[in-house]
């Protein structure tokens, strides 16, 4: 069965560094998304992204955050300078249709990238 | 807004017990309901949604959930767990393109 797979699995990095998390989402997927999970916390919508730009984000994805499709089959989050507080596990996740329709579109979700910032 | 509460953060039961974790929830749109399993070291897997229709829902794995509109829950339920069921299971409810999840459940099933 196909997967989302994310690289790395484990990432540290030191604060005020740039970090990519990578992501190849399910081939014929169409909607792509980003969430998180903070130790102890829930897991929290970052951002969904659809036809090369973002359709919609939630407030923790400020100026410092980015995504991006660079080829036909990665999907991307750059943090630009990190920061103690982005320590968290970060989750990819794809599904085949979006919007109202994506409901009915389960998303598939990579097994994560924990990020450590030192 | 939507918002998901899941009661206990950890339900430990012995095999072949049967458990219900619980979950609650708000919305002020059409209500979609998920539960989402993480085994260790991988990633969220879908065990059962409810969309519209019957308010009991079965998933894989032999859980089974039930919506209840009135009482705002879609608790989780195995007849008989095993030591493999041993994850942390998340309630979502869903919205334009979103899932809003709850903390999660620990569920540790020891022999």
């Known amino acids: 069965e196909p997967e989302v797979t994310q690289t790395p699995s484990h990432q540290v990095t030191q604060m005020g560094q740039e970090v990519i998390l990578r992501c190849v989402p399910i081939s014929n997927h169409l909607y792509f998304y980003w969430y998180r999970q903070i130790l102890g916390q829930k897991v929290e919508f970052l951002v969904s992204f659809y036809n090369n730009e973002i359709s919609e984000k939630s407030e923790i994805f400020d100026d410092q955050f980015s995504v991006e499709r660079p080829d036909g089959s990665n999907f991307t989050l750059k943090i630009r300078s990190t920061k103690l507080e982005d320590s968290a596990m970060y989750f990819c996740?794809?599904?085949?249709?979006?919007?109202?329709?994506?409901?009915?579109?389960?998303?598939?979700f990579g097994n994560g990238t924990r990020l450590t910032v030192t | 807004a939507q918002s998901v509460t899941q009661l206990d953060s950890q339900v430990p039961v012995f095999e072949e017990a049967p458990v219900e974790l619980r979950c609650n929830y708000s919305s002020s749109v059409s209500v979609y309901l998920f539960w989402y399993v993480q085994y260790p070291n991988q990633g969220l897997q879908l065990l059962l949604k409810?969309?519209?229709?019957?308010?009991l829902v079965k998933g894989i794995n032999g859980f089974e959930a039930e919506f209840n509109k009135s009482q705002t829950s879609f608790h989780l339920r195995k007849p008989s767990v095993h030591i493999s069921d041993t994850a942390e299971y998340f309630c979502a409810v869903g919205g334009y393109s979103t899932l809003t999840f709850g903390k999660g459940t620990m569920l540790l099933v020891s022999p």
């Open positions: 409810y969309l519209s229709g019957s308010t």
């Open positions: 996740a794809s599904s085949r249709t979006g919007g109202e329709l994506g409901i009915y579109s389960p998303l598939h």
